[in-house]
């Protein structure tokens, strides 16, 4: 059974850094793409990168671009969101998610089929 877990949010003043960390259980991380997402208060989910299966490509929205790194520690079996230079509008549920065997790392929700139960985020003076 696939399972995810994020832990590393938390409440930061505009300008801070937080780690997300996603750990996995049921699968190999290195051989599945992986997607992070997040949802803010009141607005759908949007996602806000994506690292791939073995090469470790990754893509970003255009909203974190520069500021998040999405990274992977095979031995831990886990995937990373470093988010620095954080702004209010960064504040929302964050949400990692694996995609089924051989899919590609995208930034679409319908890439991925098992979800975590989200870190929240809050970014504020």
């Known amino acids: 059974q696939v399972q995810l877990v994020e832990s590393g949010g938390g409440s930061v003043q505009p300008g801070g850094s937080l780690r997300l960390s996603c750990a996995a259980s049921?699968?190999?991380?290195?051989?599945?793409?992986i997607g992070w997402f997040r949802q803010a208060p009141g607005k759908g989910r949007e996602a806000i990168s994506c690292i791939s299966r073995i090469s470790g490509s990754t893509i970003y929205d255009d909203s974190v671009k520069g500021r998040f790194i999405i990274s992977r520690d095979n031995a831990k079996n886990t995937v990373f969101l470093q988010m620095n230079n954080l702004r209010p509008e960064d504040t929302a549920i964050y949400y990692c998610?694996?995609?089924?065997?051989?899919?590609?790392?995208?930034?679409?929700?319908?890439?991925?089929?098992?979800w975590g139960q989200g870190t929240q985020v809050t970014v504020s003076a």
């Open positions: 049921g699968l190999t991380l290195n051989y599945r793409a």
């Open positions: 998610a694996v995609a089924p065997a051989y899919g590609p790392c995208v930034l679409e929700q319908s890439g991925y089929t098992s």
